[in-house]
Nanobody
Framework: QVRLVESGGGLVQPGGSLRLSCAAS????????MRWYRQAPGKKRELVAT??????NYADSVKGRFTISRDNAKSTVYLQMNSLKPEDTAVYYC????????WGKGTQVTVSS
């Protein structure tokens, strides 16, 4: 059974940092492309970052501020978020490109003073 469990969200002031984690199980994590998405209230789900085959890609809106990484031994993907802005407020989800219909419950990130 595929499981994706996101954690690490919270309330942070503008300019602050958070590190999100996504623990994955039920599939071969080490060979799977992993992605972070986010969905703000009233908006479509947006692709934020991808880790695949040793390469990473980012949405223009987060490039230079967010870093995706992974620990294949722990089947966990991370999203380090620095210099956070109020527009980064959203529920963040991880997803595997290999099984894109599986989603976790997400973790709420709120950037506000």
């Amino acid at each position: 059974q595929v499981r994706l469990v996101e954690s690490g969200g919270g309330l942070v002031q503008p300019g602050g940092s958070l590190r999100l984690s996504c623990a994955a199980s039920g599939f071969t994590f080490s060979s799977s492309a992993m992605r972070w998405y986010r969905q703000a209230p009233g908006k479509k789900r947006e692709l934020v970052a991808t880790s695949a085959g040793g390469t990473t890609n980012y949405a223009d809106s987060v490039k230079g501020r967010f870093t995706i990484s992974r620990d294949n031994a722990k089947s966990t993907v991370y999203l380090q978020m620095n210099s956070l802005k109020p527009e980064d407020t959203a529920v963040y989800y991880c997803n595997t490109l290999n099984l894109p219909w599986y989603w976790g419950k997400g973790t709420q990130v709120t950037v506000s003073s």
